[in-house]
């Protein structure tokens, strides 16, 4: 019996502390007693609804005492609403504190969508109050005279606190800064301008409203830096030139390939022609014999015209006097 008793005992002692523990998991008594000497109102009613709604008391409790002490009129239902939207609620008390300190004018709902927007809003309070230089990387641009420049900017950017959402980010104030650095020097006559007056670009790039429809305010472009680099106009006029010359030598050798297919084919139309005249020539003694056999030329007649040809060919030799061979030939034909 006395052991019966003492189980039971232990029992009744166990669940006693479960029982505990439960009633101050739901109720957090030490936070609400730190919510009564902040002056935060708030009921151990709100407390078990924020363990019932999975929203951690602590956060929201810490947050309502801080805006309480900075003078911020808030209620505990707002930060609950922000929590279960997904928003960081102690960031944004630390960025409408800031702002409140700083003069910025910055409302929860503004703090709020800058914040469920995926935007540091805490961040962008500190940019406002403490601009921020954005280093552009080199930018390549030619002048005029084909000399190229490369220059480096230094962006000084104040937060936009109306455009913070919707607004465009860092990577569209570099791009545009880049693209008025490469239409400033592109502009200039030649790159001595340039180097002379840097401070012109800035001027250029800065009436050109380049911080239109960003999260940025531009206060300030300021050249860095400016190295010379490559003369491209020069490169370009070899290129041009390189590409005229061997457009040039294939004109050159298709009309040297026409002029040797021209002069093979006269060389075959003069074999052919050569061959005629063989062909022709060949018929001259038929036709001396068949003279003879009718009767159209006599002997004395073939002589003659044998003496003619022979004469010729003497008087031939005689001009060209590497034709000894035929002078013989001739005089052996005459005798």
């Known amino acids: 019996m006395e052991i019966t008793n003492s189980a039971f005992i232990l ?37 078990i609804g924020m363990r019932i709604r999975k ?17 911020l009129d808030l209620t505990t239902n707002d930060l609950e609403t922000h929590y279960l939207a997904g928003g960081n609620v102690p960031n944004v008390i630390r960025a409408l504190i800031s702002a409140d300190k ?25 940019i406002s109050v403490n601009p921020k230089v954005i280093n552009t990387p080199s930018v390549a641009a030619v002048a005029a005279d084909g000399i190229q420049l490369i220059a480096k900017a230094r962006v000084t950017v104040r937060a936009n606190i109306a455009q913070l959402v919707g607004g465009a980010g860092e990577d569209t104030i570099l791009a545009r800064v880049g693209e008025g ?31 239109a429809g960003t999260a940025f305010e531009i206060l300030s472009i300021d050249i860095a830096d400016i ?42 139309k003069a074999v ?17 014999s068949e003279a003879f056999r009718s009767g159209n030329l006599g002997v004395m007649d073939y002589y003659k015209m044998e003496n003619i040809k022979s004469d010729t060919e003497m008087r031939t030799s005689i001009a060209d ?10 005089q052996d034909s005459t005798k």
């Not at 006693?16 to 009613?45: D, E, M, Q, S």
């Not at 052919?272 to 001396?288: C, G, N, S, T």
């Open 321 to 330: 006097p590497n034709s000894s061979g035929s002078t013989t030939s001739s």
């Open 227 to 268: 190295d010379v680099g490559t003369n491209i106009g020069a490169k370009l006029q070899i290129d041009q030139a390189s590409a005229d010359l061997k457009v040039a030598e294939a004109k050159a050798e298709e009309r040297r390939a026409m002029a040797v297919a021209l002069e093979q084919e006269m060389k075959a």
């Open 55 to 71: 929203v951690p008391p602590g956060v929201i409790v810490n947050a309502m005492i801080t805006a309480t002490k900075a003078g």
């Open 11 to 47: 029992f009744a002692a166990f669940a006693g502390l479960t029982l505990l523990f439960i009633f101050l998991y739901f109720v957090p008594v030490n936070l609400w007693i730190t919510a009564i000497f902040a002056n935060v109102k708030v009921g151990i009613g709100e407390l």
């Open 272 to 288: 052919e022609m050569r061959a005629k005249v063989i062909e022709a020539e060949a018929e001259v003694p038929k036709a001396i």
């Open 102 to 126: 700083a003069n910025i004018k910055l409302s929860f709902k503004q703090a709020t969508a800058i914040d469920l927007a995926g935007r540091d809003v805490f961040e962008a309070v500190q």
């Open 181 to 211: 650095i490469v239409t400033s020097i592109g502009s200039a006559q030649n790159h001595k301008m340039v180097l002379e007056n840097p401070d012109k670009i800035s001027k250029l790039v800065l009436e050109r409203g380049l911080d």
